[in-house]
């Protein structure tokens, strides 16, 4: 019975060295992120695209409304109002030009008297310089503005601890078919040494 016990007891602790072994590790990996970021990996980038908006009502509608409160119908914001998006994302304001990946996340009429948008943006690059990663927008989007400034909040890949702002404009609107066409310039940091970016694929 003793002897059990005791080589229950040796494969505990040899489980738990293992276990000690890789938090070790990854905690060594994430401490040498760290300090690459903040020994001068970090650069300041300027990225530049458009955002194909098809509209609710647009024949092949890439934006859905999925809430709305009980006054949306009668409130000259649409108040309440929750759309979920999943727009493309392009080189130039063509629709037609270079795929650079898609604008997904949600907005809502969160303002009483105007249209005051809450935004919650991801833009995934699927093509480029970084493809795989994420770059993420939060903030309130005046969009009667003629420019609408927005905060960089964070990313994934190439764009942990990224920070920055968005310039958001309206390159064109097209009201009969739903369709607009948004500008984005964005002034953000990157990892200018993250391994993962495909240098194999054009350039953004």
Not at 64 to 72: C, G
Not at 78 to 102: C, M
């Amino acid at each position: 019975m003793a002897a059990k016990v005791a080589s229950v007891c040796v494969i505990l602790a040899i489980s738990w060295l293992v276990v000690v072994a890789a938090a070790n590790v990854y905690a060594a990996e994430e401490e040498t992120f760290l300090r690459n970021i903040c020994g001068g990996r970090e650069k300041l980038l300027k990225l530049h695209f458009y955002v194909q908006d098809l509209r609710i009502g647009h024949l092949n509608s890439t934006v859905f409304e999925v809430a709305k409160s009980s006054i949306t119908a009668n409130s000259p914001s649409a108040f309440g109002s929750v759309h979920v998006v999943d727009d493309l994302i392009t080189a130039e304001p063509a629709f037609n030009s270079k795929a650079l990946g898609r604008c997904q996340g949600l907005t809502t009429n969160a303002d009483l008297a105007t249209f005051g948008i809450a935004m919650n943006l991801n833009f995934y690059f699927s093509s480029g310089r970084f493809n795989g990663s994420t770059l993420s927008i939060l903030g309130r989007n005046a969009v009667l503005d003629a420019q609408r400034e927005l905060p960089v909040a964070g990313g994934t890949g190439a764009f942990r601890f990224a920070r920055g702002y968005a310039i958001q404009t309206t390159y064109s609107i097209d009201f009969r078919t739903s369709y607009a066409v948004l500008e984005y310039n964005i002034y953000t940091t990157y990892d200018s040494k993250f391994t993962h970016v495909k240098n194999n694929i054009a350039q953004m």
